[in-house]
Every structure is written in structure tokens, then in C-alpha cells.
């Protein structure tokens, strides 16, 4: 099944500097999300983007979406250290006939003091 | 305060002993559905609903069941737990199909 999977797995960062992940999928899609967990936390929403956007931005995050090479990436500037989390993509994708959020592994953010 | 709420927060509990996790939302949202989180697995999702009465499978259904007789309310059974089901468990919402989700605070469910 359609997967988005996230890259790097892990990255470590200086608080200020900017922070990028990628996502990758395999599917063609009408919609990509992001979202942000705190250690054993709910997941928050963050960005949605259509696959008919290429750039989206919410207060210091700027989300992109390439669907020619099924790819985003989500960028994190001015980080801070309560931006430490774990982020994840979400895709959407119609499986056997039912429409369904494929989430991938995450990347885990730190950001060192 | 619109949320989703999940109770209870930490359960131990033994092999095949039946135990229901609670979840409600009050944002009037038509979609929920539950995930377990695992480690290296990420997330997986475990049944949706799309309105009352109208529940399907996701991912990984076998070994749980649910129910919707009200739009607030979607309940996650284990009917017989195995060790293979603790887990980290979330419940989420939508207004509508798989467009912007809300999550719970997570169920930590420990079964030995």
C-alpha cells in the first residue's frame, strides 16, 4: 500500500537554525498533511497542502509539494527548543475502494539549547 | 474547548480479559477512527467510521471491534487482549473523510 515515508529518520539541530524534512510517496494524491508529536503525545495538525498548491506557509513553517516527483518537504526556521518533536506526513490515498490516511515513520527533531 | 478525549490515559492489564477504550469528540465531526502507534511500525490504523452505523476495517483490525450509535462517541473493544496489542492507542477526528485529523491524548494499554 501507498506509504510516505520521511527523510532523514532523525535530526539534530542548533536552536535558530532552520530545519528541513522530506517526505516521499509512492501514489498520486489529493491532499498531504504534516503533523507534530510531542514525546508519547496526540498528534497536531500542522499544514495541509492540495496537490494542487506547490508552496504553503504557516507562521515559520513553509511546506512544499512536488507532485511530479511525489515528494514535500517541510521547512522549521528560527527553530526553537520547543520545536523538538517527532513530525510526520500524512498522505491520503483510495485503497480498495475506501478512502485512507497513510501515515509515514516520522522524523524526530531535536533542537540543542 | 473543541477536543478528543480518550479514557482511560494508562491501562495494565491480563490476557484476555475484555476492556474498552472510550473516545468522544465534541466538534460534531462526522469521520473517527483509531491508530495504534509501535515502534519502527509508525502509525497503523485500526477501524474508521464515516458516520453513525457506518464503521469499516483499516490496516490492522483483527482482534478489535467497534461500534457508532452516536456521532460523539467510537469506542475501541478488545474483546479477548493479547500481549501483541499493547500498544500506544489514538483516537482521532475529522469533519469530513481523511482532511484534517484531531487526535487524543493516546491510550498507553500494557497487556501481560
Known amino acids: 500500500s501507498q506509504q510516505g515515508e520521511e527523510d532523514p529518520q532523525a535530526l539534530s539541530i542548533q536552536e535558530g537554525e532552520n530545519a528541513t524534512m522530506n517526505c516521499s510517496y509512492k501514489?498520486?494524491?489529493?491532499?498531504l498533511q504534516w503533523y507534530r508529536q510531542n514525546s508519547g503525545r496526540g498528534l497536531v495538525h500542522l499544514i495541509l497542502?492540495?496537490?494542487?498548491?506547490r508552496e504553503k506557509h504557516s507562521g515559520r513553517l513553509r511546506v512544499t509539494l512536488d507532485t511530479s516527483k511525489k515528494s514535500s518537504s517541510l521547512l522549521i526556521t528560527a527553530s526553537r527548543a520547543a520545536d523538538t518533536a517527532s513530525y510526520f506526513c500524512?498522505?491520503?490515498?483510495?485503497?480498495?475502494?475506501?478512502?485512507?490516511?497513510?501515515f509515514g515513520q516520522g522524523t524526530r527533531l531535536t533542537i540543542n539549547p | 474547548e473543541a477536543q478528543v478525549t480518550q479514557n482511560p490515559r494508562y491501562l495494565i492489564t491480563v490476557t484476555g480479559k475484555k476492556l474498552t477504550v472510550t473516545c468522544s469528540q465534541n466538534?460534531?465531526?462526522?469521520?473517527m477512527s483509531w491508530y495504534r502507534q509501535d515502534p519502527g511500525l509508525g502509525l497503523r490504523q485500526i477501524y474508521y467510521?464515516?458516520?453513525?452505523?457506518?464503521?469499516d476495517k483499516g490496516d490492522v483490525p483483527e482482534g478489535y471491534k467497534v461500534s457508532r450509535k452516536e456521532k460523539r462517541n467510537f469506542p475501541l473493544i478488545l474483546e479477548s487482549p493479547s500481549p501483541n496489542q499493547t500498544s500506544l492507542y489514538f483516537c482521532?477526528?475529522?469533519?469530513?473523510?481523511?482532511?484534517?485529523?484531531?487526535f487524543g491524548p493516546g491510550t498507553r494499554l500494557l497487556v501481560l
Open positions: 482521532a477526528s475529522s469533519f469530513q473523510g481523511v482532511e484534517t485529523q484531531y
Open positions: 501514489t498520486s494524491i489529493n491532499n
Open positions: 497542502i492540495r496537490s494542487n498548491e
Open positions: 500524512a498522505t491520503d490515498a483510495t485503497i480498495q475502494g475506501a478512502q485512507k490516511l497513510v
Open positions: 466538534m460534531n465531526h462526522e469521520y
Open positions: 467510521s464515516m458516520n453513525v452505523e457506518v464503521t
